[in-house]
T-cell receptor, first 110, second 115 residues
């Protein structure tokens, strides 16, 4: 059974810092890994999708990497802004199902 | 990205009544839709997987007679919470995928409060 863990659980940084969020998974037989953002009381916004054959994906200030052999993915946020404050969730896909991590609550201080 | 619309965003109902939540994929056909439940400050818990035209597959511990799922078309799935109780109060989120290998897109979520 797939288990997904995210470290740290919470993070507070000053505006402008570059930061890394970590995601680890136990079953390397994943089809893809997806990173999401969730604002309080809202649904999930898809940020990046990395297929199992890919190593990384980039979108604007976001870069996500995937290392299946070590069971790890990282989300890199460059030049963080207060508007980046949210909970970030990673999820591994095995077939149709997504298994979610526990999330990282990010606060970017002005 | 694709758009998934969930309605209503908030609902308050009395104990014993039933509540229906709709999930629509607006600009793509979703072969599979998923229903999740999220408790405060916790991650999403998959409740069931819904395939168009067939019965939903429920996760262990989820009562299928309490959480009725209907996937009548490739763009609509509904979750009905029957005989709701206060402990059913939660945040329910749906998602949809075109197929197994593609991105999952999520609805805005529904905050259900049972009084």
């Amino acid at each position: 059974k797939q288990e997904v863990t995210q470290i740290p659980a919470a993070l507070s940084v000053p505006e402008g810092e570059n930061l890394v969020l970590n995601c680890s998974f136990t079953d390397s037989a994943i089809y893809n890994l997806q990173w999401f953002r969730q604002d309080p009381g809202k649904g999930l916004t898809s940020l990046l999708l990395i297929q199992s054959s890919q190593r990384e994906q980039t979108s604007g200030r976001l870069n996500a990497s995937l290392d299946k052999s070590s069971g790890r993915s990282t989300l890199y946020i460059a030049a963080s802004q207060p508007g980046d404050s949210a909970t970030y969730l990673c999820a591994g896909s095995s077939g149709d199902k997504l298994t979610f991590g526990t999330g990282t609550r990010l606060a970017v201080r002005p | 990205g694709a758009v998934v619309s969930q309605h209503p965003s908030r609902v308050i109902c009395k104990s014993g009544t039933s509540v229906k939540i709709e999930c629509r994929s607006l600009d793509f056909q979703a072969t599979t839709m998923f229903w999740y439940r999220q408790f405060p400050k916790q991650s999403l818990m998959l409740m069931a997987t819904s395939n168009e035209g067939s019965k939903a597959t429920y996760e262990q511990g989820v009562e299928k007679d309490k959480f009725l799922i209907n996937h009548a078309s490739l763009t609509l799935s509904t979750l009905t919470v029957t005989s709701a109780h206060p402990e059913d109060s939660s945040f329910y989120i749906c998602s949809a995928k075109r197929d197994s290998l593609t991105e999952a897109f999520f609805g805005q979520g529904t905050r259900l409060t049972v009084v």
